[in-house]
C-alpha cells in the first residue's frame, strides 16, 4: 500500500518505494531496490512536470490524479525491462511517463462514464470540477503522452497509437456489452485485457524496444504484461467482495451493489442453470441490486455479499488469476537468469497474492 504524509496526500517518495522493496528481497538486492527507487523518484517528477499546461485550469485538472499517487506498476515495470538492455536513461523514463500519462488519461474518462464517486482516495475529477472539464483533462494528457513518444521512432509511436486504440475499444465493449450469441466470460475476459492487459504489455514492450534489449524478448514480454494485467483485474474481483476492504473505509462488494458485472458474478450465472443453491443466490443478488438502484440503503446486500465471496465462484476466480501468473512467468523462459527475470516473477506474484 502506499503511504501518506501527516496532511494525507500520498508523497513522491512513498509512492515509488512501495513495490520494490517486495520485489527484491534478497539482502544483495538492495542496491537494486535503491536503484529502482531513484529511478521511479525521476519519472514521478517527470511526470508532474509533464502535467503542467499553459492554462492554471487545465494544469489543476490535469495534476489532480497524478498528485492522488498510485502503484506505479507500469513505471517500474518499464525500467526493471529496460536491464535487458541499455539500462534506465532519458528515452527509458520519457516512455514511462508517457504510458503513465495515458493510464491516468483513461482513468479521467472511465470515471465519468461510470459516474464513480472516488478514485485513488479523493473525490473524481468530474465531481470536483465537471464531466467537461474532466473529459478534457484526459484528453490533454492522451495528447502529452502521444508528444513524449514521437521521438522516439517509429515503432514506438505505432506501439503506443495501437494501445490507445484497444484502450478505447475495451471501453466501448464494456459500455455497450456482449452481442447476442457471444459468450459472456469470453467477452469479459477481452475486455479486461484490452482495458488493463494492452497497457501493462505497452510498458513491458516499450523497456525493452527503447533500451535495446535483443528482440527476441519483445513477445514474450508483451505476452507477460498482457497476462499479469489480466490477472491484476481478476484479484480485483476478488478483493472487492472481500470484508478486508472495509478496513479502507469502504464497503465490501461495491461493483457487485453497482450492478457491475465481475467474474465472480460471470461464474454463478454459469452455475445457476444446474445448481439450485447458486440460482437462488444469484436472484438475491439481482433483486439486491435492483433495490440499491431504487435508493435502498446498500446495506440489504450485506448477506448476499458476504455469501458471493465465500462461494466458490469466487474461489475459481482467484484461481484463474494465478494460473494466469503462472502463464506469464512461464514467458519468461527466454530471458537469462538474473535479477530482471527474478524482479519480474515477484511481481506478478505480488499482484495474485495482494489483498488490496
Same mark, same amino acid.
Request: hydrophobic share 45%; aromatic share 4%.
Given at each position: 500500500m502506499l503511504g501518506k504524509s501527516d496532511s494525507g496526500a500520498i508523497t513522491v517518495e512513498t509512492a515509488t518505494q512501495a513495490l520494490p522493496g517486495r520485489l527484491f528481497r534478497n539482502v544483495q538486492h538492495k542496491r537494486k531496490i535503491k536503484q529502482l527507487e531513484g529511478e521511479l523518484a525521476k519519472i514521478e517528477e517527470g511526470l508532474l512536470e509533464q502535467t503542467r499546461f499553459s492554462s492554471p485550469v487545465a494544469d489543476a485538472a490535469a495534476r489532480y490524479l497524478a498528485e492522488a499517487g498510485g502503484k506505479r506498476i507500469r513505471p517500474l515495470l518499464t525500467v526493471l525491462v529496460s536491464e535487458l538492455g541499455n539500462g534506465p536513461d532519458d528515452r527509458v523514463r520519457q516512455v514511462a511517463q508517457a504510458i503513465e500519462l495515458t493510464?491516468?488519461?483513461?482513468?479521467?474518462? %472511465?470515471?465519468?462514464? %461510470?459516474?464513480?464517486?472516488?478514485?485513488?482516495?479523493? $473525490?473524481?475529477?468530474? @465531481?470536483?470540477?465537471?464531466?467537461?472539464?474532466?473529459?478534457?483533462?484526459?484528453?490533454?494528457?492522451?495528447?502529452?503522452?502521444?508528444?513524449?513518444?514521437?521521438d522516439l521512432g517509429e515503432e514506438a509511436i505505432k506501439l503506443q497509437a495501437a494501445t490507445f486504440e484497444r484502450l478505447c475499444l475495451g471501453q466501448l465493449h464494456e459500455t455497450v456489452g456482449p452481442a447476442e450469441g457471444d459468450n459472456e466470460l469470453e467477452f469479459y475476459l477481452q475486455v479486461l485485457a484490452d482495458k488493463t492487459g494492452a497497457l501493462i504489455a505497452c510498458a513491458a514492450r516499450m523497456g525493452a524496444l527503447v533500451s535495446g534489449a535483443p528482440r527476441e524478448y519483445l513477445d514474450p514480454?508483451?505476452?507477460?504484461?498482457?497476462?499479469?494485467?489480466?490477472?491484476? &483485474?481478476?484479484? %480485483?474481483?476478488? *478483493? /472487492?467482495?472481500?470484508?478486508?476492504? #472495509?478496513?479502507?473505509? $469502504?464497503?465490501?462488494?461495491?461493483?457487485?451493489?453497482?450492478?457491475?458485472?465481475?467474474?465472480?458474478?460471470?461464474? @454463478?450465472?454459469?452455475?445457476?442453470?444446474?445448481?439450485? &443453491?447458486?440460482? /437462488?443466490?444469484? #436472484?438475491? *443478488? /439481482?433483486? !439486491?441490486? #435492483?433495490?440499491?438502484?431504487?435508493?435502498? %440503503?446498500? !446495506?440489504?446486500?450485506?448477506?448476499?455479499?458476504?455469501?458471493?465471496?465465500?462461494?466458490?465462484?469466487? #474461489?475459481?476466480?482467484?484461481?484463474?488469476?494465478?494460473? *494466469?501468473a503462472a502463464q506469464a512467468i512461464s514467458a519468461l523462459d527466454i530471458l537469462p537468469d538474473g535479477v530482471v527475470k527474478s524482479g519480474l516473477t515477484e511481481l506478478a506474484q505480488t499482484i495474485v497474492n495482494r489483498e488490496g
Open positions: 493510464h491516468l488519461a483513461s482513468l479521467y474518462h %472511465d470515471d465519468v462514464m %461510470d459516474a464513480a464517486v472516488l478514485r485513488r482516495g479523493v $473525490k473524481t475529477a468530474h @465531481l470536483n470540477w465537471s464531466n467537461s472539464v474532466a473529459i478534457l483533462a484526459g484528453d490533454l494528457l492522451f495528447a502529452r503522452a502521444s508528444s513524449l513518444v514521437t514480454l508483451t505476452e507477460y504484461g498482457e497476462a499479469i494485467g489480466l490477472a491484476f &483485474q481478476l484479484i %480485483d474481483d476478488v *478483493i /472487492d467482495l472481500s470484508p478486508a476492504k #472495509q478496513d479502507t473505509g $469502504k464497503r465490501a462488494g461495491t461493483d457487485l451493489r453497482a450492478g457491475v458485472v465481475t467474474l465472480p458474478l460471470l461464474l @454463478l450465472r454459469d452455475k445457476a442453470r444446474s445448481d439450485a &443453491q447458486a440460482a /437462488d443466490l444469484l #436472484q438475491r *443478488i /439481482d433483486a !439486491g441490486v #435492483q433495490a440499491v438502484a431504487e435508493g435502498a %440503503d446498500p !446495506g440489504v446486500m450485506d448477506a448476499v455479499v458476504e455469501e458471493l465471496h465465500a462461494h466458490s465462484v469466487t #474461489q475459481a476466480t482467484a484461481e484463474r488469476a494465478r494460473e *494466469i
